[in-house]
């Protein structure tokens, strides 16, 4: 059972890690970076409107302290149909993960209920308005040196090992056949306009609010998980502002050129622009310092395969 998000529990609250003041340039866009106190992990992101009318994007970077460990927390957001949706999930979706009772002992079962639960609470907070407001969710969660990584909609996530860029998560989206067939099994269609959509109207399968659509497109996370060995250099998020122009294997290629991952993000939403991005781009650099990782925790009890 999901720990009530109204109670003021202050043991695993989350605290945010982006700066007080960002560094924006004219408004439209942030940038910033962030290390941890032992070392072992440093961060940049960067966040661009880009061409879009308005900023749909949100990103959120978070620690908990939870029986004496510290566990961190990395999130992309990218809205649809306007902010309210990404807006919500940065500022629940991480405290009502920390505060689930399983969150140490049964991680991805703790991930699923509360990705789940979120969007149902978001859409109780919603249900006043005519608003349909939606968002994906690509969320990355650090216990010891185990990572989780969760996934709704085509927002992405991407490792570096080795230089091999690996994605840890499959963009969900209506012609993917067994979403297809997840869509149709549950009553919708999936029709062809300038893309495929699911009922002719959202190009993605899952996601965060989309009330009218709820009965197909659900929030179900699809979640990987990765030990955080030597061969593990770092972990890109991003919204599809990046991934529409930019693959897999150039974004590893970009990162691996750069010192310092703020620069690095940085380096990929100014090439998502100059490639011709037509939407939000915001994007998440996390590089792992192997020399100043603890030694491995034991992976929590009961988690699940």
């Not at 990103?59 to 902010?83: E, M, N, R």
């Not at 993917?176 to 306009?193: H, L, N, P």
């Amino acid at each position: 059972m999901m720990v009530d998000s109204g109670l003021a529990v202050e043991p695993g609250a989350a605290t945010d890690l982006t700066p007080k003041k960002e560094r924006v340039g004219n408004g439209d866009y942030a940038s910033g970076r962030w290390k941890s106190e032992d070392g072992s992990l440093t961060c940049g992101y960067s966040s661009f409107r880009g061409k879009r009318v308005s900023m749909e994007d949100c990103y959120d970077l978070k620690s908990a302290k939870i029986d004496g460990q510290t566990i961190y927390l990395f999130g992309i957001f990218d809205g649809h149909g306007g902010s309210r949706a990404a807006e919500y999930l940065k500022e629940h979706l991480f405290d009502n993960l920390t505060r689930h009772p399983k969150f140490m002992t049964h991680t991805k079962l703790a991930i699923s209920e509360t990705y789940r639960r979120t969007d149902s609470d978001f859409l109780a907070a919603e249900s006043n308005t005519s608003r349909d407001d939606g968002s994906t969710a690509s969320t990355a969660v650090l216990i010891g040196k185990r990572l989780y990584v969760a996934n709704v909609g085509d927002s992405r996530a991407v490792i570096s090992k080795t230089g091999k860029a690996i994605p840890l998560s499959d963009d969900q989206k209506p012609n993917r056949s067994d979403e297809r067939k997840r869509i149709e099994d549950a009553g919708g269609v999936v029709m062809w306009a300038g893309t495929w959509r699911v009922g002719g109207i959202l190009a993605m399968s899952r996601a965060f609010g989309n009330r009218l659509l709820k009965q197909f497109v659900v929030a179900e996370p699809e979640i990987q998980e990765q030990v955080v060995d030597e061969e593990l250099e770092f972990l890109v998020l991003a919204s599809d502002g990046l991934w529409d122009v930019v693959t897999n294997e150039d974004a590893v290629s970009l990162v691996r050129v750069e010192d310092e991952p703020e620069a690095a993000a940085r380096k990929l939403t100014e090439t998502a622009f100059s490639c011709g991005s037509a939407d939000n781009i915001t994007c998440i650099v996390v590089r792992f310092h192997q020399e100043n990782l603890d030694r491995e925790s034991p992976p929590p009890a009961g988690t699940l395969d």
